[in-house]
């Protein structure tokens, strides 16, 4: 943990890897049931809070083809953890920096989401193109490949995705059970001890990302600082208020100034 990871969630499934590593050469990994079966929070809240719209809200919605709530708001908020929107950049960076701030910072799942889903389809769409592709299979195959270890993953079987996302969602959707199709296909199979836990993301120890004394270590010393890239105001002004998500975004591109400039 002396030098962090640009993303040190992927440490959990390094040491996954490289312990199956030492004993198999093949592992089955569950990577997609989340995205195929609504498994994930944030999936379950944008539903609940569509699901509560006043019925003319709703009308509105089926006949403008129009997000009843600003989904890709919403969806780049639970992808933020301390998220740097346009605005937000601009108080980050030095005014010189201002003309290479895209206008529209949430292009990427802009670019993704699709207003003729439902509001729990169109968050579906987005995690399988932006969460799951950019970050999750990213992340397994990394960790994978470093231990030389080959992970197969069915949930991802482009058959099973077309047959489950082709009906209504009601059919494997359900606010109460997660990945409901999958339960109850595996129930009194899997002990019940497991299939009643709460739902736990894999990532690092919350303690590591909350650490001030290492963030304040790193903007006293900081040449993004020094060089004028970054404002000095704004990063301590994060110290201050503990905004540790953003913080620890600061430093992963602290450590990339001083990596590669």
């Known amino acids: 943990f002396d030098e962090p990871l640009a993303d040190i969630s992927i440490l959990p499934t390094w040491l996954v890897s490289h312990s199956a590593g030492k004993k198999v050469k093949a ?3 569950g990577e997609g049931a989340d995205e195929l ?8 809240e944008f539903f609940s809070m569509n699901r509560s719209l006043p019925f003319l809200k709703k009308l509105y919605h089926n006949l403008s083809s129009t997000p009843a709530l600003n989904a890709v708001e919403f969806y780049a908020n639970a992808m933020g953890m301390g998220r740097f929107h346009s605005i937000e950049l601009k108080k980050l960076l030095s005014p010189s920096l201002y003309p290479h ?9 802009r670019k993704h989401f699709n207003p003729l889903l439902s509001p729990l389809k169109s968050i579906q769409l987005m995690d399988i193109k932006c969460f799951m592709g950019e970050l999750v299979l990213t992340k397994i195959d990394r960790a994978s490949m470093a231990n030389s270890l080959e992970v197969r993953v069915p949930y991802l079987d482009h058959e ?7 009906v209504r969602e009601s059919v494997y959707f359900k606010p109460g059970i997660t990945k409901y199709l999958l339960h109850e296909n595996i129930k009194g199979i899997i002990p019940d ?8 993301g894999f990532v690092g120890p919350d303690d590591f990302y909350k650490n001030m004394n290492r963030y304040k270590s790193m903007l006293d ?13 704004y990063c301590y002004g994060l110290l201050e208020s503990q905004d540790h998500w953003r913080l620890w975004k600061v430093m992963v591109m602290e450590k990339w100034y001083n990596r590669w400039n």
């Open 193 to 200: 001890t497991i299939l009643q836990r709460h739902k736990q």
């Open 37 to 44: 079966f609504g498994g994930y929070t944030w999936q379950k």
């Open 221 to 233: 010393n900081s040449r993004l600082i020094r060089d004028g890239v970054v404002q000095r105001k």
């Open 27 to 29: 592992v089955m990994s």
């Open 101 to 109: 701030v895209a206008n529209d910072a949430d292009w990427f799942y």
């Open 160 to 166: 099973l995705f077309e047959k489950v996302l082709q």
